[in-house]
T-cell receptor
Framework: SAVISQKPSRDICQRGTSLTIQCQVD?????MFWYRQQPGQSLTLIAT?????????ESGFVIDKFPISRPNLTFSTLTVSNMSPEDSSIYLC?????????FGPGTRLTVL | GNSVTQMEGPVTLSEEAFLTINCTYT??????LFWYVQYPGEGLQLLLK?????DKGSNKGFEATYRKETTSFHLEKGSVQVSDSAVYFC????????????FGKGTRLSVIA
């Protein structure tokens, strides 16, 4: 299994600012995924990040708004740029395992 | 495309009641199916999974059987406890492993003593 940590666990931000969320995995993994969970909703995939290549974004998500870095096989960051109250969500990092996905504890973001 | 539909919540049960949370899916091929649980203030945890038709996943008293003929993966527990109060997500992996999961909307369960 993979153990995933995220920082920060939560934050309250002002609109127009940006926040970078860090995701650390305790083992080397090929693919990492970033999800958004809006209040009372399910998880929506933002993008898939492979080490050494550009992230692949899902429909409705763009790199300018959610830039992602993947500098090595154990680490990734997601930046939420130019935030608005609509970006208030839990952001989760995830990675694949043997026929299973593992999730970080999430970053709870509130934008005022 | 691939999708998961689960029963709307919230579901409120008394302790020791029987639980069923319905989940049906649409997918091409032979997906793997999962139930994840999210306890208050925590991240998602895998509860159980099934990778092929007629497989039964089980954990902590919860069970779900992969029914290809009805494209279903209903979650059941014979006797719920207060500690089972959480949000339950049904999900599928279109190709076994190494692809992002497709999630249902989640069902909030509240168990009262």
């Amino acid at each position: 299994s993979a153990v995933i940590s995220q920082k920060p666990s939560r934050d309250i931000c002002q609109r127009g600012t940006s926040l970078t969320i860090q995701c650390q995995v305790d083992s080397q993994v090929t693919m990492m995924f970033w999800y958004r969970q809006q209040p009372g909703q399910s998880l929506t995939l933002i993008a898939t990040a492979n080490q050494g290549s550009e992230a692949t974004y899902e429909s409705g998500f763009v790199i300018d708004k959610f830039p992602i870095s993947r500098p090595n096989l154990t680490f990734s960051t997601l930046t939420v740029s130019n935030m608005s109250p609509e970006d208030s969500s839990i952001y989760l990092c995830s990675t694949e395992g043997r026929n299973e996905q593992f999730f970080g504890p999430g970053t709870r973001l509130t934008v005022l | 495309g691939n999708s998961v539909t689960q029963m709307e919540g919230p579901v409120t049960l008394s302790e020791e009641a029987f639980l069923t949370i319905n989940c049906t899916y649409t997918a091409t091929g032979y997906p793997s199916l999962f139930w994840y649980v999210q306890y208050p203030g925590e991240g998602l945890q895998l509860l159980l999974k099934a990778t092929k038709a007629d497989d039964k996943g089980s954990n902590k008293g919860f069970e779900a059987t992969y029914r290809k003929e009805t494209t279903s993966f209903h979650l059941e527990k014979g006797s719920v406890q207060v500690s089972d109060s959480a949000v339950y997500f049904c999900a599928l992996s279109p190709i076994s492993g190494n692809t992002p999961l497709v999630f249902g909307k989640g069902t909030r369960l509240s168990v009262i003593a």
